[in-house]
C-alpha cells in the first residue's frame, strides 16, 4: 500500500506572503532571440511564437524537477534542486528546439539563450531574489542564440556528470555584479564547432567571445535527433506455421536498401494527440514494409528511440538500415501539418523533404502521397526505378495495395490509431483503452477491417494474458476475437493482420496445425518482413518438435525486430529447448532490460537456472517476475529440488487457487516436474477442455519430460493432434 505521504507533493512556494525561505537552488534563466523585434514586424506571429516556446519548454521544465518562478515577457525563471538537473534541462530545450526549427522559415524559427548559475536565494511572496538570481539574469545575454552558458561554479559541479564538453569564455564583467567571473559555455552535442560568418558577426555584436551560434545548431542538428516504447501482442507460448526459412543479415551491417521511420514529433498543443503522431509515421512504416524489395526496420525497434538522444549513426548502426525518416506533426483543430524527412543514415545529409498542409479529412490522401513519394525517392537511390509515368504508376498501385483494409472516416481513423497507440503498451489497463478505441472505429465504420483485427488482437491479448474473471471472461473475450476477425477477413480476406489474429486462433485455441499453417503462410507472403508473424512461424516449428528451423525463425524475428522484447523472449526459450543455456540467459536478459514488466521474461530467467541446477537464482529471478502465475511455477519447482517440501506446496497451492482456470498448464508443469504423474495429467486434460495457450509447446516442454515414458502421454499428444504421424499428415 502507498504511504499517504508518499502520495503527497510539498511545494516550497506554499507560503504565507510574508515568510521568508533561503536556500541554496540553480536558477535558469532563458530569453527569446529578436522577439522584440519580431513584435514590431508581425505582432501575430509574435504571439503565436511566444505561446508555443512557452508549451515547449513547461512541458520539459518538470521532466528535470524544475520549478517555473514567473514569466517575464518572453523569459523563464526556472528554480532547480541541482546544477545538473538544470543544465541537462537546458541542454533538452535547446535539443528540442533546434529539432524544431530544423524544417521551418527563418522567420518561424524559436532561438533562445539560456544562463545557469546556482547561488544563495531567497523565496518571499511567490518570487526568488538573490545574487544566484541576478547572475544567471545577466550570463543569460552572453550564451547566443541556440546556446548555454554556465557559471564557473556550475561548470565544477557537473564537469564530471555531464556527458558534454566546457568552452571557457574567459572572465567577464557582469552589470550590477561586483568581481569578474569566469563562464563556460556548454558544448551541445549536435554541434560540430564550426561558425558561419552570419553568426560571427552577430555574435561579436554582443559577446565576442561566443564560438559557436544559432545557423550552426541548425545546420549540424542532424545528429540531435532521434526519438523512442513496445510490441508483444501475443502469450510467451503462441504458435504457427512453418514456410521456407531463409538466410539472415546482420542487423548491424546495413542493407543500401533498407530505411527506419522513426517516430514523428508531436507538435500540437494537445499533448494527448501524441497517438496521431505516432499513429502517422506507424502508418507510414506498415505500408513501406510491405513494399516488395524493400527491408524496412519493425515498429517496436524503430520507435524505441523514441525520446532518446541517439544520433543517425547510433540508430543506423542498431537497427542495420541505410536510411531513416523522421518528422513531425502539428494538428490543429481540424487541420493538420505533417513535415516529414529522408535522411542517410550513415552522414546524416538529407536527401529529400517536403511539408504537406491539409484539413484533418485529407490526411489520408497526404499519407499516401508521402509514402508514394518515399518509395520513389529510395528506388531512385537504389538505381531501381525507371524515368516516365510508368513507374509512378507501378508504384501508386503498391501503395494502395499496401494501404487496404483503411477507412476515409477521419473520426474513425483517429480512433484506430488511439487504439494502436494504447496497444502497443502492452498492459491489461491500456489493452481496455485500445479495445474501446477500436470498438469506437467500426462503430463509425463498419467496413473498417484493419480496426475489426486490433479489435480480434485485444480480445486475444485477454485470452493470452488476464486471469481476471476466469473462464467466463475467456469464453467471452474468445467469442468476440472469433467474430471481430471473421468480420474483418469478409471486408478484406487478404489482409495481414486479420490472417495473423486468426492464426493465433487456430494454435492457442483451436490447436488447428493444419489450418494455422495454412493461414500463415498465406499472411507471410502478403508481409514477408512482418516479425509477429516470423515469431509466430517460429512458435509452430517449436510446436512440431523441428527445433533448428524455429531458431532459424526467431533469429530473423529478432534481425528484423532488434529490440522487440517479446522475439528476444522467444529465441530465449528455444535456446532452453535446445540446452544452449548460456544463450538463453544472454536473450532473457536483453528481454528483462528492454521491457522488464513483460510477463514470464524473469520466470524465464529462472528457468534456465532451474535446468541447470542453480536452484535458488531460479528462485531469486523469479521473485522479480510481474505475473504470480510465472513466479509461482519457478518457485514451487525450485523449492521442491530443494526439498523444502512446504514452500514448494505452498507456492503450488496458492497457483491453483489463484489461476486453475487460466493456467493450468503450469500446474500441470508443477506437477510433473515434482513426479506427480498422476496429477499432471489431470491438469493437462483439463488445460486441453479450457484451451490453454501453453499446451502447443507439450512436445518441448522441459518441464513435461517426467511423463514420455508414461503411456498416457502418447495418448494425449494424439488428443491434441500432436502425435508424430498427425503432425506429418498437418505438415502436407
Request: aromatic share 8%.
Amino acid at each position: 500500500m502507498i504511504s499517504y505521504f508518499q502520495g503527497l507533493w510539498f511545494n516550497p512556494f506554499v507560503l504565507s506572503d510574508n515568510v521568508e525561505q533561503r536556500k541554496l537552488a540553480a536558477i535558469m534563466f532563458t530569453d527569446m532571440v529578436g522577439y522584440s523585434a519580431l513584435s514590431q514586424r508581425d505582432d501575430r506571429l509574435a504571439l503565436e511564437l511566444l505561446e508555443e516556446h512557452r508549451h515547449l519548454l513547461r512541458e520539459i521544465f518538470p521532466r528535470f524537477h524544475g520549478t517555473e518562478i514567473k514569466t517575464i515577457g518572453d523569459a523563464f525563471l526556472v528554480e532547480f534542486g541541482s546544477a545538473l538537473e538544470a543544465a541537462q534541462c537546458g541542454i533538452e530545450i535547446q535539443r528540442t528546439l533546434a529539432k524544431r526549427n530544423h524544417d521551418v522559415p527563418v522567420d518561424r524559427r524559436i532561438e533562445l539563450k539560456i544562463g545557469i548559475h546556482i547561488g544563495d536565494v531567497m523565496h518571499r511572496n511567490g518570487d526568488v531574489y538573490g545574487d544566484g538570481v541576478n547572475i544567471a539574469s545577466r550570463i543569460e545575454a552572453l550564451a547566443g542564440a541556440g546556446g548555454i552558458c554556465v557559471s564557473m561554479d556550475v561548470e565544477r559541479q557537473i564537469r564530471n556528470a555531464l556527458e558534454a564538453r566546457f568552452e571557457k569564455f574567459g572572465s567577464a564583467d557582469l552589470k550590477n555584479i561586483k568581481l569578474p567571473m569566469d563562464l563556460f559555455r556548454i558544448v551541445l552535442p549536435w554541434e560540430t564547432g564550426g561558425i558561419s560568418k552570419r553568426d560571427a558577426s552577430r555574435s561579436s555584436k554582443t559577446a565576442p567571445f561566443v564560438a559557436v551560434a544559432a545557423a550552426v545548431v541548425l545546420v549540424s542538428l542532424l545528429f540531435g535527433w532521434w526519438l523512442m516504447q513496445r510490441s508483444g501482442r501475443n502469450s510467451r507460448n503462441a504458435s504457427t506455421a512453418s514456410p521456407k526459412v531463409t538466410a539472415i543479415a546482420s542487423a548491424n551491417v546495413p542493407d543500401k536498401k533498407s530505411v527506419a521511420v522513426l517516430p514523428f514529433v508531436n507538435l500540437s498543443d494537445d499533448k494527448g494527440s501524441e497517438y496521431f503522431s505516432d499513429g502517422v509515421s506507424e502508418e507510414l512504416l506498415t505500408v513501406l514494409q510491405k513494399i516488395p524489395g524493400m527491408h524496412v526496420a519493425a515498429r517496436t525497434s524503430a520507435f524505441s528511440f523514441k525520446g532518446k538522444n541517439a544520433t543517425a549513426q547510433e540508430i543506423a548502426q542498431k537497427l542495420g538500415v541505410a536510411y531513416l525518416v523522421d518528422g513531425s506533426v502539428r494538428k490543429s483543430g481540424e487541420a493538420v501539418r505533417i513535415a516529414a524527412r529522408l535522411n542517410r543514415a550513415e552522414t546524416g545529409e538529407e536527401v529529400w523533404s517536403e511539408n504537406f498542409t491539409r484539413d484533418l479529412k485529407d490526411v489520408f490522401a497526404v499519407q499516401t502521397e508521402l509514402a508514394q513519394t518515399i518509395v520513389e525517392q529510395l528506388r531512385g537511390r537504389f538505381g531501381e526505378t525507371d524515368a516516365g509515368s510508368t513507374a509512378k504508376e507501378k508504384i501508386h498501385a503498391e501503395v494502395q495495395a499496401a494501404e487496404k483494409g483503411g477507412t476515409k472516416n477521419a473520426e474513425a481513423h483517429q480512433n484506430y490509431l488511439q487504439g494502436r497507440f494504447y496497444e502497443n503498451r502492452n498492459s491489461e489497463k491500456d489493452t481496455g483503452k485500445a479495445l474501446a478505441a477500436f470498438q469506437a472505429a467500426v462503430a463509425l465504420d463498419p467496413k473498417f477491417a484493419l480496426a475489426w483485427a486490433g479489435s480480434g488482437r485485444a480480445n486475444i491479448w485477454y485470452c493470452n494474458f488476464a486471469t481476471e474473471g476466469g473462464l467466463k471472461s475467456f469464453d467471452a473475450h474468445l467469442a468476440a476475437a472469433r467474430e471481430a476477425i471473421a468480420r474483418a477477413l469478409a471486408i478484406e480476406p487478404d489482409l495481414p493482420d486479420a490472417l495473423f489474429a486468426r492464426s493465433m486462433i487456430q494454435t492457442n485455441f483451436d490447436f488447428d496445425w493444419k489450418g494455422a499453417g495454412e493461414t500463415l503462410q498465406k499472411a507471410l507472403a502478403l508481409a514477408p518482413q512482418d516479425p509477429a508473424l516470423l515469431a509466430q512461424a517460429g512458435n509452430l516449428a517449436l510446436t512440431r518438435g523441428e527445433v533448428a528451423p524455429a531458431l532459424d525463425f526467431y533469429r530473423r524475428a529478432v534481425a528484423a525486430d532488434p529490440v522487440n522484447s517479446q522475439a528476444r523472449s522467444y529465441l530465449a526459450n528455444c535456446f532452453v529447448v535446445a540446452r544452449q543455456f548460456q544463450e538463453a540467459r544472454t536473450e532473457y536478459a536483453r528481454a528483462i532490460e528492454l521491457n522488464p514488466a513483460a510477463p514470464w521474461y524473469h520466470a524465464g530467467l529462472g528457468g534456465v537456472n532451474l535446468q541447470e541446477g542453480k536452484l535458488e537464482e531460479a528462485a531469486n529471478a523469479a521473485q522479480a517476475d510481474t505475473a504470480d502465475w510465472a513466479r509461482l511455477t519457478i518457485l514451487a519447482c525450485a523449492r521442491w529440488s530443494q526439498k523444502r517440501v512446504p514452500e514448494s506446496d505452498a507456492a503450488l497451492a496458492q497457483l491453483i487457487k489463484d489461476a486453475a482456470e487460466t493456467a493450468a498448464d503450469q500446474i500441470a508443469d508443477v506437477y510433473a516436474y515434482r513426479g506427480d504423474k498422476d496429477k499432471a495429467f489431470e491438469w493437462l486434460e483439463r488445460a486441453r477442455r479450457q484451451r490453454d495457450a501453453g499446451l502447443p509447446s507439450l512436445r518441448v516442454d522441459p518441464y513435461l519430460k517426467n511423463l514420455h515414458d508414461d503411456p498416457r502421454w502418447n495418448a494425449f499428444l494424439r488428443s491434441m493432434g500432436l502425435a508424430d504421424d498427425q503432425l506429418k499428415i498437418s505438415a502436407r
